[in-house]
C-alpha cells in the first residue's frame, strides 16, 4: 500500500490565498462586519447591566462577545459550506481538478484561508471588546482575573474515607457492612463517586466536611477570596447554621466565621495578601451546628468551597479566550468545507448545520449519560423500534459529545464573563484537538468526497 | 514530447451513462468510443450538439467516471496528480473567479501546478503577452471582462505548466476572427512544439486548418476517424489535371496518356469539403 505524500506548499498557499480573497472581495464580509459591529458596538448600549461592575463586565464580556461568536461560527460554516461548492456549481472548479494539486491540498488550501480570516476577524472583535471596557472606566483593578486553586487530590481520599465512617454510623448495626470488605469497598466507591459528581450530598447535623487547597509555589499569590456555596435541605423553615473555618492543615486559623439561612447559600470572604505568607495549603472546615432534629446541609463537593486567587489580567485572559473560540471556527469551516466537497451548496449548508444541532442537542441529551438502563426507563421501557435506534443514538451522541470536549472544557466564554481565568493549557490542548486534529480529520474526508465527486 | 513515445491519451471502449436521483439509466451520453493520440498530434474531435465530446474529454481527464472502458493519460490514471502535471486544459464553459485578477488567476494555477516563482512570473508575463492581455487589462478583475477576453485568460491558463497534453473545447468560442486566427496559429505553434493536443470544436474550418487526424462522433459513438487527408480523399474518383488540354481530348487522353509525353500531366482525387463529409457522416449515423 503506497503511503499517501504529504501535502505540497505552494499548492496549499495558492487555495488559501483564494480562501482569503473570496469572503474578502465579495459583499459577505462587509455584511458580516455590520452584524458583528452592531453586536459589538451598539448591543451593549441596549443592555441594561445590574448595575455591579461584575454584571457590566459580564455584559461586555460573556453575552457580547457570545454574540459575535455566534454570528462568526454562522458565518464561518455557511463560508466554508460555499467555499467548494459554489466553485463546483458555477464550473469554477474544473480548472483546479485538472491541474496536479491532490484534493488534500486543495480543502486544505481553503480551510487555512478561511481560518485566517477568522482569527483576523476575531482579533478585531476582541479588541473592540477591550476597548469598550475601558471606555466604560473599568480599569486592571476592576478586570482583575482570578483562578480557583484545585483541591488537594491526597485530602479528596481522606474526605471520602470520613464520608464513608459518617454514612456507616448513621446505620443501623445489622446493616453495616462491618466484615464484609467487598461490600465495604462498594460502599467507599459509591461515595467516591457522589463525592467526586455533581451531586449535592446531605450534611447531616454534627458533621463536617473538609476541603484542602494547595497554593502555588512562589511568592505570596495576593489578596485572595474564599466563597462557600450551600442548600438547605428542607427548605427555609428548617433553617441552617453551622461554622466555616479557613485554617492552615493542623495550624492557625486564618478566618473564622458563622453561616446561617440569611446568607441564601453564599458566602464570600476575602482574604487579604500575605494570609498565606509560608503556607503551602489552605484548609476550609464547614460544621453542620443544628442540633440532632436539625437540618441537613446540602453541599456540592467540588463547588461548594471554592478559594481564588489573582491570575493576571483581562487582555491575557481574552487571548486565552480567543485561541478557544478560534479552536472552535477552525472546527466549524472545516466542517463546512467537507459537506461542500460532497455536496451542492443548499444539502452542504444543511447537512452542517443539522450537525451543529446535534452537538447541541446531544450535549444535554441522556443519550449520552453512562446509565443506558436508567434512560430506558425514564423513556417508556426497552422494546420497539427505538429500542433498536438507541443504542446507535447513544454511540452518535457520545462521539459528538467527544469532538467538542476539548473546547467544552475550556469554558473560555463563561469564565471571562464570570473573571475567571481560562486555563492556557485547556485552551492550548482545544486548538489542538477542535482546532487542528478534528478538522484535518474532516480534511481527509473531504479530499476524497473530492476526489469521487464528478463534474458534469 | 512523450519521453517514452507512449501515447499521450488512450481510451478504450468508454461509455457513459448519466442516471437519476434514484440511479436508474438516463441518458448513454457516450457509447464505446475508443481514442488515442500519439506525441506530437493535433487531433480533432468533431460531433454535433450533445454527441458526447464534452463527455469524452471529462472522461480523458478524469472529471466524470466512465459506466465502461479504460483510459490512460501518459501511461497512468487521469487522476493521477503527475499525469494531470503533464495536462492543460480549457473547458468549454471556462468560468473563471470573477474577483481575480488575469495575473492573480494565473498566479492562483501557477501555485496549484507547484511552479517555482521566478518560472511563475516569467510564465504568467509571456502568456499574458501572448493572449493579448499583458497591458492594464492584466490588472482587472475577470468579472468585468467579455466573453471572448475571459477565454483569453482561460487559454493562458491552460498553457500555464507547460503542458506535454493540451485539451482544448471550444477554444475559439466568443473570440473575434483575429482572435481565432492567434487561436489556431498558437495550435499549429504547439503541434510543431511536439506537444499533443485534443481539439473539440463546431468550426469545421478551423479544424481542417491545424488538426492532423479527426474523430467524428455522433450520438454518443465515434462514426469516423483517421488522418484528414485520407477520410477526405474520394477514391472513386480519380481527377486528371492537364494544362491546357480541351474537353474534347480528355477520352483520347485516357489512351494516351502513358504514351503523350505531356510534360505538366498530373492526375489526383479529388478531395470533399471537410464540411460535406462531416455532414454525410453525420447524416449517416441520424439514418
Not at chain 1, 480562501?19 to 452592531?38: E, K
Not at chain 1, 495549603?281 to 436539625?294: I, K, L, Q, S, W
Not at chain 1, 426507563?377 to 452518535?396: D, E
Amino acid at each position: 500500500m503506497r503511503l499517501p505524500r504529504p501535502p505540497r506548499l505552494r499548492p496549499v498557499l495558492a487555495g488559501a490565498a483564494l480562501g482569503l480573497r473570496a469572503p474578502l472581495r465579495s459583499r459577505f464580509v462587509f455584511a458580516l462586519l455590520a452584524l458583528l459591529g452592531a453586536a459589538v458596538l451598539l448591543l451593549p448600549v441596549q443592555l441594561k447591566g445590574d448595575g455591579t461592575t461584575a454584571g457590566t463586565l459580564r455584559m461586555l464580556l460573556a453575552w457580547t462577545l457570545g454574540a459575535a461568536v455566534a454570528l462568526l461560527s454562522v458565518s464561518t460554516l455557511w463560508a466554508g459550506c460555499a467555499a467548494v461548492s459554489g466553485d463546483v456549481e458555477g464550473k469554477r472548479h474544473a480548472g483546479a481538478a485538472v491541474s496536479s494539486a491532490r484534493p488534500f491540498e486543495l480543502w486544505l488550501g481553503r480551510w487555512l484561508g478561511l481560518v485566517a480570516l477568522d482569527a483576523a476577524v476575531l482579533a478585531v472583535v476582541l479588541l473592540a471588546v477591550f476597548v469598550q471596557v475601558r471606555a466604560r472606566g473599568l480599569g486592571p483593578a476592576d478586570t482583575a482575573v482570578r483562578t480557583y486553586l484545585p483541591l488537594d487530590p491526597a485530602s479528596f481520599e481522606t474526605e471520602v474515607d470520613r464520608v464513608l465512617e459518617n454514612a456507616i454510623a448513621r446505620m443501623p448495626p445489622d446493616k453495616r457492612p462491618d466484615g464484609d470488605p467487598a461490600r465495604r469497598a462498594a460502599m467507599r466507591e459509591s461515595v467516591r463517586e457522589d463525592l467526586g459528581g455533581d451531586a449535592f450530598l446531605p450534611l447531616e447535623p454534627g458533621e463536617g466536611r473538609h476541603w484542602v487547597f494547595r497554593l502555588p509555589a512562589g511568592p505570596d499569590p495576593g489578596p485572595a477570596t474564599f466563597e462557600f456555596s450551600f442548600m438547605s435541605s428542607y427548605g427555609e423553615s428548617q433553617g441552617v447554621r453551622g461554622s466555616l473555618t479557613l485554617r492552615r492543615p493542623a495550624g492557625a486559623t486564618l478566618a473564622e466565621r458563622e453561616v446561617t439561612t440569611d446568607d441564601s447559600g453564599y458566602v464570600r470572604i476575602p482574604l487579604p495578601a500575605g494570609t498565606f505568607a509560608g503556607a503551602d495549603a489552605v484548609e476550609a472546615v464547614f460544621e453542620n451546628r443544628e442540633g440532632a432534629d436539625g437540618a441537613a446541609v446540602l453541599l456540592r463537593h467540588d463547588r461548594a468551597a471554592r478559594l481564588s486567587v489573582p491570575a493576571g489580567g483581562l487582555p491575557r485572559n481574552l487571548a486565552k479566550t480567543g485561541l478557544a473560540v478560534l479552536a472552535l471556527l477552525s472546527l466549524l469551516a472545516a466542517l463546512g468545507l467537507t459537506c461542500g466537497c460532497a455536496f451542492s451548496f443548499p444539502v452542504a449548508a444543511f447537512a452542517a448545520s443539522a450537525v451543529c444541532a446535534m452537538v447541541v442537542v446531544s450535549g444535554g441529551s441522556a443519550f449520552s449519560s453512562d446509565d443506558p438502563a436508567s434512560h430506558d426507563r425514564s423513556h417508556g421501557g426497552s422494546g420497539g423500534v427505538s429500542a433498536a435506534i438507541r443504542p446507535f443514538a447513544r454511540r452518535v451522541a457520545r462521539a459528538l459529545d467527544a469532538a467538542t470536549a476539548p473546547y467544552d472544557r475550556a469554558e473560555a466564554i463563561d469564565r471571562l464573563g464570570d473573571g475567571v481565568a481560562v486555563s492556557g493549557p485547556a485552551a492550548w490542548r482545544a486548538l489542538a484537538l477542535d482546532g487542528v486534529a478534528l478538522p484535518l480529520l474532516l480534511g481527509l474526508l473531504g479530499a476524497a468526497a473530492l476526489r469521487r465527486r464528478e463534474l458534469p | 514530447m512523450n519521453e517514452n513515445n507512449e501515447p499521450a491519451f488512450e481510451a478504450t471502449g468508454l461509455r457513459k451513462v448519466f442516471r437519476d436521483f434514484w440511479g436508474r439509466p438516463r441518458t448513454v451520453a457516450v457509447d464505446g468510443v475508443s481514442l488515442r493520440a500519439a506525441p506530437g498530434e493535433v487531433v480533432g474531435l468533431l460531433g454535433p450538439n450533445g454527441s458526447g465530446k464534452s463527455t469524452t474529454i471529462k472522461m480523458l481527464l478524469g472529471l466524470l467516471r466512465p459506466s465502461a472502458g479504460s483510459v490512460r493519460l501518459f501511461g497512468r490514471d487521469p487522476r493521477d496528480p503527475d499525469a494531470r502535471a503533464r495536462v492543460g486544459y480549457l473547458p468549454e464553459l471556462s468560468n473563471l473567479h470573477k474577483f481575480l485578477t488575469p495575473r492573480e488567476t494565473l498566479a492562483y494555477y501557477a501555485g496549484l501546478f507547484d511552479l517555482p516563482a521566478a518560472t511563475r512570473r516569467k510564465r504568467i508575463a509571456a502568456l499574458l503577452e501572448r493572449v493579448g492581455l499583458s497591458g492594464p487589462g492584466a490588472d482587472r478583475p475577470v468579472g468585468e471582462f467579455s466573453k471572448g477576453m475571459a477565454r483569453r485568460v482561460g487559454l493562458a491558463q491552460a498553457l500555464l505548466n507547460d503542458p506535454a497534453l493540451v485539451v482544448l473545447d471550444e477554444p475559439t468560442s466568443g473570440l473575434d476572427p483575429i482572435g481565432r486566427r492567434e487561436v489556431k496559429d498558437l495550435i499549429l505553434d504547439l503541434g510543431r512544439m511536439g506537444k499533443t493536443v485534443l481539439l473539440s470544436s463546431h468550426l469545421l474550418a478551423e479544424v481542417s486548418d491545424v488538426c492532423t487526424r479527426v474523430a467524428i462522433l455522433a450520438g454518443g459513438r465515434v462514426r469516423a476517424e483517421g488522418r484528414l487527408a485520407d477520410l477526405l480523399e474520394e477514391r472513386d474518383r480519380i481527377r486528371f489535371t492537364a494544362a491546357g488540354l480541351p474537353d474534347a481530348a480528355v477520352p483520347r487522353v485516357k489512351e494516351s496518356i502513358a504514351a503523350a509525353g505531356a510534360a505538366s500531366v498530373s492526375v489526383d482525387h479529388p478531395a470533399a469539403t471537410l464540411e460535406d463529409y462531416f455532414l454525410d457522416v453525420v447524416g449517416g449515423a441520424a439514418k
